[in-house]
């Protein structure tokens, strides 16, 4: 690929950010029971299906989507701020959750922080909402700190209480279903946080928070560990990145810069990550034409907690690990069940009508899951089976090579 | 708030299980007593160095399980003014006995470790962290797993272990998609199994033939990029233990637990445990866990019922080896990453703290209190409890009497005198 026409097609995902994903749009909202509905006497509702309904929403805007760059930033800021239906409980919110990633994830960072802050899924997942003036509950404030917006290592055990004091009242109205200030409950005495003495309010917090001079570097270099390889926030590439960043802590331009640095298209990208099994998925349906309506319902969700990522549950707050974390002896089993349930689906008359030829065959393969080129490993290992299948007769030839293709370290790497 | 395991919270996403009505899954109530009614368990104590002690196997309760209504200090005075409402009553804790003065008890939900306690074969290693302690969940558990002082960038303890004794993928199994870090060294992993009891999901559905051009594919080779031979050694490394996996599973060498008290998750997982230990598996350590145990809020309900499945596990799991027998002779230790605040919080739950508790189960365990309970009254300036006990000291036992590696130094990187916790 030619360096101009990389720097196009940057141009246009970064147009896509705030473009309107029309094929998005269109994926059908499955019903999802918000608080003020389940508070009417006599109304019921399976928060179970709905999540599991959610799921299937969510996959579907990844592989339709019009703006992938978008939807990606959605997913790693899932990945930013991980919250679990688990303690949730409550699909509707989820699903808003991550239509606030979508709508303010490509701008400020401090302005997306403060709505994650005040979320009603994030008040349910990190206990803001349940603690009193007198007795603050810590877990935001220092989650606030650790993983979302500085890393640890940068603030002390005292600033992570009297941050919680100054979220003190910030509270879930749970007839509303929204989020407000309880003014009772709310803590207007004196803080010191992070170096900043004064009355402070939790939107004072958060912006002392994102705008700390450990911030830049951590957000910076989840970003990029995400998009190309791991690298810690000490990183030279992270710290040529977070100078521009911290000018104005946006979201876009942070993206823009990333994928236009020399280090994105180096060989050192290539390879670098393993595929999150969340991608995978979206990416599998994507090339081989599917959408989630050809998959059975609920396999989705299984196939993603089989292989250890079900989106909107993650383990904890502290999210999914990278690389390494996804290459377990078990995912290994699961990615073959999933690439075989996937091959069948999937319209492969192409690859079928060159039966016999093998080199032919798995040249098509290549083009078809979007494979610039494969390592002579995988080569020799496709035109073996390719073979085999050929003088086999009988069984299904070109889903077994699509099967084998699909669990290929070319593929499940980015 | 939702605390279901792992595992219903996976088969309710295939939309098959129903919750009518309700968003939030209602937990169990606390019961006013819980009566001690298991029948006394005939037991062979076991003669000192008779039968070697192992397989290991290390359940990591995530979240920061609070070791103070888990081991009651029950008459303690400022046990109940620190947390009005959240105390576990003396009439409800299964009495220990006293260490130093201080009367201690388990939690209600513990009757089946109770039990086994009695038997003599629980130690409960008491105010048990690290110097300095951190109150990150992940810096925490990190520190634990890695066993260093700061747990930045190192490597599992036990994944250290793994890099200095060869390459066979059995040597470590972990319960579960995903591993954690203790199981994770600088040149070898763990293998890991389907959090699954039957044989059949062990291994994928390909054939023989598949499978033979798959491992083709999979081989590692010199040249290629190092995260792809990872990926490669992920599928070998199933072929071998997914087939060992499933055939241990499918000889069901364990009758099934006639138990009616549910052990959810970390049951499941144990059970697993306990048939590949029966069958026979040369495995030397295993991994098991479970998470939810950061209690911020409505504590006493939800420590009840996390406390109550993970007795039941536990339970069963040691009813399968009630005596020691030469490569079934399990040590179970049960750990968190920290505990958690003496004080309550507004929410009537509590934050994180330091110095935990950590049991060590099995039939070759001496049963009994090692460490010192740290005192309420001297809490340190943050309002925590003072560490006694260095975790490292549980490790470098496992490591040379479980595990048979010395010196431990060389795994922990300094040295710390082992606790005497086995016959």
């Known amino acids: 690929m030619s360096k101009r026409s990389w720097s196009e097609l940057v141009s246009e995902l970064i147009e896509g950010l705030s473009a309107r994903d029309a094929a998005g749009d269109r994926v059908p909202l499955p019903h999802l029971t918000t608080i003020p509905q389940a508070n009417v006497p006599g109304y019921t509702f399976d928060a179970w299906n709905e999540f599991s309904e959610l ?24 990945c930013q701020f991980p919250t679990s239906f688990d303690k949730v409980g409550w699909a509707s919110l989820m699903y808003a959750q991550n239509e606030l990633f979508r709508r303010l994830g490509p701008g400020n960072f401090q302005e997306l922080v403060t709505a994650v802050a005040q979320d009603p899924a994030m008040l349910i997942w990190l206990d803001t909402g349940t603690d009193h003036r007198h007795q603050p509950n810590e877990n935001f404030a220092r989650e606030l700190m650790e993983r979302f917006t500085m890393g640890a290592g940068h603030y002390t055990e005292e600033d992570v209480r009297q941050g919680a004091r100054c979220f003190t009242g910030w509270q879930l109205d749970y007839t509303t279903g929204e989020f407000y200030i309880n003014p009772y409950d709310h803590d207007n005495g004196v803080k010191t946080y992070l170096g900043h003495r004064g009355n402070l309010s939790g939107d004072d917090v958060i912006e002392i928070a994102t705008h700390s001079a450990a911030s830049p570097g951590w957000v910076v270099s989840r970003i990029w560990s995400w998009l190309a390889f791991p690298v810690t926030a000490k990183h030279p590439i992270v710290r040529g990145l977070s100078k521009a ?31 999150q099994p969340i991608e995978y998925v979206a990416s599998a349906l994507r090339v081989l034409g599917l959408n989630t309506a050809a998959l059975p319902d609920g396999s989705l969700g299984w196939n993603l907690g089989q292989l250890g990522q079900l989106p909107f549950a993650p383990p904890s707050v502290g999210g999914w690990g990278q690389n390494q974390f996804w290459l377990t002896t078990t995912a290994a089993s699961s990615y073959l069940q999933l690439a075989q349930m996937l091959a ?38 496709l035109v073996t089976l390719a073979s085999a299948l050929k003088q086999d007769g009988g069984s299904w ?8 293709a699909l669990v290929s370290p070319d593929f499940m790497l980015n | 708030m939702g605390t279901l395991d792992r595992r219903q919270f996976l088969s309710r996403t295939l939309g098959a299980g129903a919750v009518a009505g309700a968003a939030h899954v209602g937990l169990p109530r606390h019961p006013a007593t819980v009566a001690s009614t298991l029948p006394a368990r005939a037991r062979v104590r076991a003669h000192a160095s008779s039968v070697k002690p192992g397989p ?53 939900a513990l009757s089946g470790l109770y039990s086994l306690y009695q038997a003599g074969q629980v130690a409960v290693i008491l105010g048990v962290e690290y110097p300095d302690p951190n109150y990150s969940h992940f810096v925490s558990m990190d520190i634990w797993q890695t066993a260093t002082v700061t747990g930045d960038d190192a490597s599992g303890w036990i994944g250290r272990w793994l890099d200095v004794t060869g390459t066979d993928p059995f040597r470590a199994l972990s319960v579960g998609p995903t591993l954690p870090t203790a199981f994770v060294g600088d040149r070898q992993q763990a293998s890991t199994l389907n959090d699954n009891t ?46 060992a996996a499933e055939a241990a599973l499918n000889a069901e060498s364990i009758p099934p637990n ?56 536990v339970e069963n799991f040691m009813g399968v080896f009630p005596s020691p027998v030469e490569g079934k002779n399990p040590v179970l230790m049960i750990h968190s990453e920290f505990g958690r605040r003496p004080e309550v919080n507004g929410s009537a739950g509590t934050d994180h703290g330091s110095s935990g508790v950590v049991f060590v189960v099995g039939p070759g365990v001496k049963g009994g209190f090692y460490g ?28 040379e009497d479980v595990l048979g590696y010395a010196p431990a130094s060389r795994i922990l990187g300094g040295n710390f005198k082992p606790l005497p916790f086995l016959n």
């Open chain 2, 198 to 243: 039957s044989g059949g999901s062990q291994m994928p559905g390909q054939d023989t033939y598949f499978l033979k051009i798959y491992k083709k594919l999979m081989t590692p080779y010199h040249g290629a990029v190092a995260l792809s031979n990872d990926v490669g050694e992920s599928g070998i490394n199933l072929l071998a233990v997914g087939a």
């Open chain 1, 245 to 275: 960043y911290a000018r104005d802590l946006n979201m876009t331009r942070l993206l823009e810069a990333i994928l236009l640095h020399p280090a994105f298209v180096s060989p050192e990208a290539r390879g670098g990550l393993v595929k």
């Open chain 1, 344 to 381: 069948s689906y999937a319209d492969l008359t192409t690859i079928e009508d060159l039966n016999g030829k093998p080199s032919q065959q798995v040249a098509a393969v290549a083009e078809l899951l979007a494979v610039d080129k494969w390592s002579k490993q995988t080569y020799g290992s």
């Open chain 2, 372 to 399: 010192a309970q740290p005192s309420l009254s001297k809490l340190d300036p943050l309002g925590n409890l003072v560490v006694t006990t260095d975790f490292r000291r549980i490790y470098a036992t496992i490591l």
């Open chain 2, 258 to 313: 006639p138990s009616d008290r549910g052990s959810g998750d970390i049951g499941n997982q144990l059970d697993i445990v306990a048939e590949l230990i029966e069958y026979g598996l040369p495995t030397k350590a295993y991994g098991v866990g479970w998470s939810s145990f950061d209690t911020h809020s409505d504590q006493l309900d939800t420590h009840y019922s996390l406390l109550s499945q993970l007795d039941a596990a």
């Open chain 1, 55 to 78: 799921i299937t929403w969510w996959i579907e805007r990844m592989v339709v989507s019009d703006t992938p760059l978008r939807e990606k930033l959605v997913l790693l800021l899932h």
């Open chain 1, 397 to 404: 030839p070109a889903q077994e090579l699509v099967t084998l």
């Open chain 2, 56 to 108: 290991f196997v290390l359940c990591t309760l995530t979240g920061g399980n609070d070791g103070l209504n888990t081991v009651v200090p029950y008459l303690n005075s400022d046990y109940h003014r620190l947390r009005p409402g959240l105390t576990i009553p003396g009439d409800e804790v299964l009495t220990l006995g006293s260490l130093d003065g201080e009367e201690l008890g388990f939690h209600p």
